[in-house]
């Protein structure tokens, strides 16, 4: 029992040390495929390090929200990655402590107040980013809630856990049309939540333009640093979600040794690094979608997720 | 040993399954001639692969050489002969005009897709096949799509590939339930199939050349100066 609380940890310091990694190597990557030499790929670190050394400046005329709002977002991906399997393939100490569903209310919860926050500080780009995030927000809800659907229909479960055991117990199930159908509309849901290039440009620096970015523009200091490094959380703990219960729940830890906890983290990032190169494919092949243009995407991404509904409730074979 | 086998080859089919349901959809989406017929060599590949997995699994040497001249005729002939004859103008244009905008048209063709689950709901369900339970619906599905992009498109090109795509997704569900389908019959739509790219792009093209758009709906009625066509 103690065993699994300290594996629960593990798996929480899994996601703090390597989210800036991940996102280091992501635009290592990027400038590299573009011809360019790129920032290396401890860049990321070295913000966080300039970020929290720096001064502080938070504007008179804001709220509680706009000073709360960072830890809020540092601390939901903690909380979501404690219900997810991350590194082992049994259920750890907290992993009944909420389901899918859950999870994807507490992000959208850091969702929320990083949109009041925007809005509470009068600056005029925030606002209009805190509401394009929303629109894409709440595009995405409905692609969110049938891909959960779908999922226990097929596991019977929400636990990710469980979830992920179904589809390594039957490869009927894994490879069924449903699973293909699911694996697209959730991949989709990644790139726009986590304002990647068919949605949002992350490395756009031009505030009319800006969706996601928006929404820390007034931050300075630790708050900074804290928004930074939780986006960067939510977007590994949504590609593990994709990548260990969905796409490939193989290379996890299957029993409690300590070694194979050990073996479980680099072959984690593996898979996290092989799915890097399909985001770079994709972030360099593509161009950004026009605003109104994002509502399609989105809308195909739900068709598909409610195709897989479908298939799930009628194709499954044997049934 | 050949249970898991078996196993296997079903779920590699189910696999290409979800992939030409994905590619229909893809092709209601995409706006340009070019995305589509792309969408529709990708849809021809994938229910190929089908053909030749049933066709493995079921030791049947007539499937795998239908998947041999659905190949040949849609993946490489059809486009090679759309390429060759469409002006590169009509081949790349964007923003093709529909009747229905894109987003309804998803949501039609999702529709579509669950009245195919429901149509085909009665007669998968006397059989305990996989194969069928995965390839009826699907391919009925391909096929009510793909006849839904007949009617919407304006473009003769796309429409065209509406056309292509219904045959598609007969194609799919015919090799599930009828694996000794008389190959003559077969080659013969194929070739049919060819001989209709042929005739609309041709006609097409001289289209475009006199009256600078291959719109359909602009075909509908008889004016004397050619400029003035929407």
């Known amino acids: 029992m103690l065993r699994t609380v300290v594996y629960n940890l593990v798996q929480l310091l899994f996601i703090l040390g390597f989210a800036p990694l991940y996102s280091g190597v992501l635009s290592r990557f990027k400038e590299n495929v573009q011809s360019r030499r790129g920032p290396s790929i401890l860049q990321p670190y070295r913000d966080l390090w300039k970020l929290f050394h720096k001064d502080e400046v938070i504007s008179s005329q ?45 992000l959208g919860l850091g969702g929320f107040f990083a949109a009041l926050a925007a809005v509470d500080t009068g600056n005029p780009y925030g606002p209009m980013g805190a509401s394009r995030t929303r629109m894409v927000g709440f595009l995405a809800e409905p692609v969110f809630m049938i891909v959960f659907f779908t999922v226990s229909f097929v596991a019977q479960s929400t636990i990710p856990y469980i979830v992920q055991q179904q589809w390594v117990a039957s490869p009927a199930a894994f490879f069924s049309p449903a699973h293909i159908l699911l694996l697209i509309a959730f991949f989709m849901l990644i790139l726009a939540e986590g304002g990647k290039i068919p949605v949002d440009n992350p490395t756009g620096h031009f505030e009319l333009a800006m969706i996601d970015e928006s929404k820390g523009l007034e ?28 796409l ?72 | 040993m050949s249970g898991t086998h078996t196993q296997l080859i079903d779920g590699l089919n189910a696999l290409t399954a979800g992939l030409v349901l994905l590619s229909a959809f893809g092709m209601v989406t995409t706006r340009q001639v070019q995305g589509v017929i792309r969408f529709l060599v990708v849809q021809s590949l994938f229910v190929a692969a089908s053909a030749f997995l049933i066709g493995f699994d079921r030791r049947s040497t007539d499937l795998v050489e239908l998947g041999v001249i659905m190949i040949a005729s849609k993946v490489i002939t059809i486009p090679w002969v759309l390429r060759r004859m469409l002006p590169g103008e009509v081949y790349e244009r964007r923003e093709i005009n529909q009747a229905v905008n894109i987003p309804s048209s998803l949501l039609l063709a999702l529709l579509l897709a669950i009245a195919a689950e429901f149509l085909v709901g009665p007669l998968v369900a006397t059989t305990s096949d996989p194969v069928i339970h995965v390839n009826l619906p699907i391919g009925m599905a391909g096929l009510l799509i793909g006849g839904y992009t007949l009617i919407a498109r304006r ?20 090799i599930s339930i009828a694996p000794d389908l008389p190959l003559i019959a077969e080659l013969a739509i194929a070739i049919d199939v060819i001989l209709i790219a042929v005739v609309v792009g041709l006609l097409t093209r001289n289209i475009t050349e006199t009256i600078g758009t291959s719109e359909a709906a602009a075909m509908s009625e008889l004016r004397e100066e050619p400029h003035s066509w929407r």
């Open chain 1, 248 to 319: 490939a729940p193989w290379g996890l830890a299957k029993d409690l040794f300590v070694n194979h906890l050990l073996l479980a983290i680099p072959l984690t990032l593996l898979k996290i690094l092989l799915f890097t190169v399909i985001l770079v494919v994709i972030e360099t092949s593509l161009a950004k979608l026009r605003l109104f243009r994002i509502s399609e995407f989105l809308g195909a991404a739900f068709i598909i997720s409610v195709a897989a509904m479908i298939a799930s409730i009628f194709s499954t074979p044997g049934v």
């Open chain 2, 155 to 174: 473009e003769a090109i796309p429409q065209l590939i509406g056309l292509l795509a219904m045959e598609n997704g007969a194609f799919f569900a015919g």
């Open chain 1, 62 to 106: 804001t709220t509680w929200i706009f000073r709360f709002t960072p830890y809020l977002v540092f601390v939901v991906p903690l909380f979501v990655a404690s219900l997810i399997p991350v590194l082992t393939d049994y259920p750890l100490a907290f992993a009944f402590m909420g389901d899918m569903l859950a999870a994807g209310f507490f």
């Open chain 1, 219 to 246: 931050y300075s200091g630790r708050g900074a640093a804290l928004m930074k490094w939780g986006g960067q959380m939510k977007f590994l703990v949504l590609t593990c979600v994709f990548l260990n219960v969905l």
